[in-house]
């Protein structure tokens, strides 16, 4: 077990009682992820109950109960945690967004600590990292993730390392277990973004992670209609050091937030399953595809990156022209949608600046390509 701060114990509650999970339905554990999906976060089963958690509007509860105040739990988030943390094999918090997530993971590290980094890692990511590195709260040394010797060579003297596999927007793909083992060994925590990959394709706590993070916005809900994010974790005093921070800080989520991503999550399987098929046949035809230049699609999953022959302004006319595919920032979501990120200032430079991410939707993939096809051919 890597060693981390002493947890607040003291101010882990502060509002008196935990947020005990109200009664949920017992699914059995031996089913598969998809029954999983569609199965677990609902009421228990009996006359007259709901098939599905409601919506808890309220900032508080009456006194000595289970529920103290609304900052502390909400019965929503409860649903929504108990099903995504069955999935990645530990214990979901939901935060506010994905950021407030990663914000509370990188809390765990204390003044002064090392924090091992992608180069490429979510440029919010990057942007926070960079930030605390500024103030001289945090160390952070900038690795190749993809060289797994420089990755273990800088955990010497760490505190943490943050991983993304793939990377966005490279699709950078790191050797998980063989970090994560690297940094049992040194005494390093273990954070992996896993918002790319889901539960569904790699499940980093499996391989060896101390904490899963998530923009819930993406994947995990699926509709492009809320921010929502997550930490997971199946170590006890972790969990309870990202709850304190959670209440303390209160970057808690909405209940109608959490509510909307349970149900966006009853159909990730099948959502994903078409996405990363269309992806696959996507990057197969791109491949081929004379004004472009460079495919980077690790082979799973459904982003890929391309940098069109004729550079940022071919780009920028893609982005113009197309018609289907939506130009916008975000991914994982029904629809399909394609930016070019260097367009964002925090995007490191070492990001080609012609570099268009795509995000496959769920839409029917000659129609896809078609768009695709045409808006690439008149941006020359
Ligand atoms: C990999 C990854 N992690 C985290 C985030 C941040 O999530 P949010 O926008 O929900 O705060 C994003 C957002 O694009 C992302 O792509």
Known sequence: MPSVAPAMRSHAMPHGAACHPVAMSHT??????????????????????????????????????????????????????ETLGALEGGRALAFASGMAAIAAAVSLTRRDEVVVAPHHAYNGTGGLLAQLESEGALQVRRVDITRTSEVVDALDGAAMVWLESPTNPMLEVADLPAIFAAARLHGVLSVCDNTFSTPLLQRPIEL????????????????????????????????ERLTTHRTLHGAIPGPMETWLALRGMRTLHLRLERACASAAELARRLERH??????????TGAIIAIEPTGGVAAAQAVEQSIRLWLPATSLGGVESMLERRRRHPLEPESVPEHLLRLSVGIEDVDDLWRDLDGALNSAG
């Open 28 to 81: 059995p554990s031996d089913l598969s992820v998809d029954s999983q999906l569609v199965s677990l976060g609902r009421p228990r089963r009996e006359p007259g109950a709901a098939v599905g958690p409601g919506v808890e509007l309220t900032s508080t509860y009456v006194a000595d109960g289970d529920l103290s105040y609304a900052r502390v739990g909400n019965p929503t988030w409860t649903a929504f945690e």
């Open 290 to 299: 004379p004004a472009v230049d460079r495919v980077r699609y690790p082979g």
């Open 208 to 239: 060896g992670a101390d904490v899963v993070v998530h923009s819930v916005t993406k994947y995990l809900s699926g509709h492009s209609d809320l921010l929502l994010g997550a930490a997971i974790t199946a170590d006890d005093e972790i969990h």
